[in-house]
């Protein structure tokens, strides 16, 4: 009996392993992370690709062959697409293309651009195509992959046609591995001023000096405009940059033209003023990057030497004194002019420019400009250069007056800054004059062009179409570290500005009574002019604010003793502070307040709150 029954069973034990017919299924543990990286596993975040696609291949047998014959494997899968109008072979498609993409980049790059190129199709239709039933699902998985394939893909594709030297201009013909694909190459949505010299891929720099990246997720390439020198007047930098985005617009349908020339426009948009693209009647929210393109504006090694050079031979970078914008003039937009302060340059602004435009409410609505001035000179010459700068931009650029976002001007100033901004909000005149002259300037010998430097200077009218202004740091009755050590051993060493001395000079030989003793003694620099004890500062703080301007204060305090008065370090909050602001905001930070977050959001606020005034009135 017993060796009849081992007979049987090895009887079927034979015949099941001889003939396959049994199948065996099991179940073993794993952990939740493994399973969560199986499933969001694909070709952009390892060497292979994702689980739907796989799938894909094991369902029409191309796993075992796709590695061999990728273009055998593609063109299954677009016959079986185009047959049964099936979207989720479109995606396969989409990430296979893509796959083969990345195994030829470095062995043939042609043959790389061919699959890149088929990848961005294929996704583009997998997500647009009205002929292939519903729209994908944006909770699918594939949906939010099928972007990410379009993006990385056409941004390879473009870093491929650069190496090849296509300068993305004009129309290309691209070998696809079914065919050929007709791309022309159309900008839109650019200002007519921005005359782009060259695309450089932002993915390609890491800004370093700010602490956050501000970008907007879609579809399209972020790219950094660099545009050519603008021409002499502008108020443009010299190399200036602007954020961009790519955008891969395919057209015909999916299945047409399977070997004939396929056509595509590669769409470059300003990402500033162009946010959204329509796609077979949809919306489609374009890829950006704000924050880079900004950064290599300012990474410039002359804005820090300028600093330095600025405040200690004011003179060498004088020819640099200037308003400078980001972007050409934009009627309707609110100017916010920064100013900053003493050993100081533009660059200081990066942290608070950057996190203020990464607001779309504030970039759409306000535009920024820069006041680059060397910090040698006295503030109120520097602000007669300013006010006379500001005046020159409006003529220029708003002639009639029509424009009554000019009108609503927002000035930001940082210490020395600030005080040169509060001199564009008062009148100078009489007062001003008698802070450092003891005779009336009709009793005294000058020449034509002291006559027109002192009328600059010290005769000026408030600028009726600045609105608001926002002092940070500012010592309004001076700062006592002008007459401390640091203060003295600044001025020793900074050259007075010879423009300035020499007229100085000549005007004393002929006025010998004129100037009030302290003023005599005291070396015309900028850092003698903050001290408390400055005439022209006593005397601006006796002169009111212009009717209609709204003020508010921002100040740091480091100061950790609660028996010691509350400073930045070098401003006491006493001398910030201003009766009569609409608002005060004291930051944990020192003199760079303008640095700090709260400082930023509190500019952010006070710009939200003008907007709403504007709309008010």
């Not at 739907?52 to 299954?76: E, I, S």
Request: charged fraction near 20%; aromatic fraction near 8%; glycine fraction near 8%.
């Amino acid at each position: 009996m017993r060796s009849a029954f081992l007979l049987r069973w090895g009887v079927v034990l034979v015949l099941v392993t001889g003939t396959g017919c049994l199948g065996g299924v099991s179940l073993r543990p794993v952990q939740t992370d493994v399973s969560f990286r199986k499933l969001q596993g694909n070709t952009l975040s390892s060497d292979g690709l994702s689980e739907g696609t796989a799938q894909l291949l094991r369902t029409f047998d191309l796993d075992g062959t796709y590695l061999k014959d990728t273009t055998h494997a593609l063109l299954v899968l677009r016959d079986e697409a185009c047959g049964q109008h099936d979207r989720q072979v479109l995606f396969g498609l989409a990430e296979l293309a893509c796959y083969a993409g990345k195994r030829s980049d470095k062995k043939s790059p042609e043959q790389a651009l061919a699959f890149y190129y088929s990848a961005c199709r294929y996704a583009y239709f997998y997500l647009f195509a009205d002929d292939f039933g519903d729209l994908p699902d944006p909770f699918d998985p594939r949906f939010r992959l099928a972007c990410d394939v379009y993006n990385f893909s056409l941004a390879r594709c473009i870093r491929l046609m650069q190496q090849d030297g296509q300068d993305l201009s004009g129309s290309a013909t691209i070998s696809l591995w079914d065919g050929s694909m007709e791309v022309s190459v159309s900008r839109l949505g650019f200002l007519p001023e921005e005359d782009i010299d060259r695309l450089l891929l932002a993915t390609d720099y890491e800004v370093e000096g700010v602490r956050n990246q501000y970008r907007t997720f879609g579809l399209g390439v972020p790219l950094i405009a660099i545009g050519n020198t603008p021409p002499r007047g502008s108020h443009l930098p010299d190399t200036p940059s602007y954020p961009a985005t790519a955008f891969l617009r395919m057209e015909g349908k999916p299945c047409e033209d399977l070997y004939g020339p396929r056509k595509a426009t590669l769409e470059l948009y300003d990402s500033i003023h162009t946010q959204t693209v329509e796609v077979a009647g949809r919306q489609a929210p374009l890829e950006s990057d704000i924050t880079t393109p900004l950064g290599f504006l300012l990474a410039n090694p002359g804005l820090e030497r300028a600093a330095y050079i600025g405040l200690l031979r004011a003179e060498k970078v004088e020819n640099h004194t200037g308003l400078y914008m980001l972007e050409p003039y934009q009627p309707g937009k609110i100017p916010v002019v920064m100013v900053h302060g003493l050993v100081s340059s533009p660059l200081t602004w990066a942290e608070m420019l950057n996190d203020l435009r990464g607001q779309p409410e504030i970039r759409d609505r306000y535009q920024f400009w820069f006041y680059l001035y060397p910090t040698g000179y006295p503030f109120i010459y520097s602000a007669s250069q300013l006010r006379e700068a500001l005046l020159e931009v409006r003529k220029k650029f708003d002639p009639d007056g029509a424009d009554a976002a000019f009108d609503e001007m927002v000035l930001v100033g940082h210490s020395m800054g600030g005080l040169i901004s509060e001199t564009l909000v008062k009148s100078g005149g009489i007062p001003l004059w008698n802070a450092i002259s003891t005779k009336p300037l009709n009793e005294l010998k000058v020449t034509p062009e002291e006559q027109a430097l002192i009328d600059r200077v010290f005769y000026f009218d408030a600028l009726p179409f600045v609105k608001r202004v926002v002092f940070i740091a500012t010592p309004h009755r001076g700062s006592t570290l002008s007459d401390g050590v640091i203060g003295t051993l600044l001025s020793l060493v900074m050259a007075v500005p010879k423009a300035i001395l020499t007229q100085m000079v000549d005007f004393v030989d002929r006025n010998p009574d004129a100037l009030r003793g302290d003023l005599r003694k005291r070396r015309l620099t900028s850092v003698d002019n903050l001290s408390p004890g400055n005439p022209i500062i006593q005397a601006l703080q006796e002169i009111p604010y212009a009717p209609g301007v709204t003020y508010h204060t921002i100040m740091g305090n480091n100061e950790d003793d609660p028996e010691k008065e509350p400073s930045d370090g070098v401003v006491a909050n006493s001398s910030s502070h201003l009766d009569g602001a609409a608002s005060e905001k004291v930051v944990p930070y020192g003199h760079s307040c303008h640095e700090h977050p709260l400082a930023i959001l509190e500019v952010r606020r006070i710009l939200q709150e003008h907007l709403q005034a504007v709309e008010r009135d």
